[in-house]
């Protein structure tokens, strides 16, 4: 009769211990699929099986916790906009404001000629600012001897906008404001 309890007893603890491997094995097996492909394995446990092979066979199912499958991936971040104009455009709607085409004019009015307007690209990279991308442009004063600088712009690569760096206050500002504030047509050297 003892022969046979501990006999019992061995099944029962053989078939715990077999019923938590099971529960591992399918742990990994689900983890390791893809979504469509999990199979669910449920293993009974009896009764009589020890508390301890019990407990064991918790701690490996909450291990087991559900993984995102590896064909799903995060979403990408936003992407930077796309170009809508070059860095050729972007000079052209440069010098089109009337302030550069008033500044040109009147350059080659006061120098007969040997000076002329035009734009210097100060830096070939594009600033990021506001998760936004600008072409670099400083409006230049050219002559023989020398380029002065009359004003430093930024033009968006991704829409219209320019900005015009306003190296009093070390500040990026709106062309609006820098029309409003600072009167730019009014210029007519580089001392204003």
């Not at 019990?54 to 909450?62: D, I, M």
């Not at 990408?76 to 008033?102: D, F, S």
């Not at 035009?118 to 400083?138: A, I, T």
Request: aromatic share 6%; charged share 25%.
């Amino acid at each position: 009769m003892e022969l046979s309890k501990q006999s019992s007893r061995k099944l029962i603890i053989a078939g715990a211990a077999t019923a938590v491997v099971a529960l591992g094995l399918a742990a990994y097996y689900v983890g390791s699929t893809p979504a469509e492909s999990h199979v669910a394995v449920k293993v009974p446990v009896t009764a009589s099986a020890s508390a301890s092979s019990a407990a064991a066979a918790k701690k490996a199912a909450s291990a087991s916790a559900p993984q995102r499958p590896a064909d799903i991936k995060d979403p990408a971040p936003p992407a930077e906009p796309k170009a809508v104009r070059t860095k050729e455009q972007g000079a052209a709607a440069l010098m089109a404001l009337p302030e550069l085409q008033a500044w040109s004019a009147l350059i080659e009015k006061n120098t007969g000629g040997k000076a002329h307007g035009g734009l210097l690209e100060y830096d070939p990279v594009p600033r990021k600012l506001n998760g936004k991308s600008y072409w670099q442009f400083s409006y230049v004063e050219n002559s023989a001897e020398s380029a002065l600088r009359w004003e430093s712009f930024l033009v968006s690569s991704s829409d219209d906008e320019i900005l015009v760096e306003d190296a009093t206050n070390d500040e990026v500002i709106s062309l609006a404001r820098w029309r409003r504030e600072k009167h730019p047509a009014k210029r007519s050297s580089v001392e204003n």
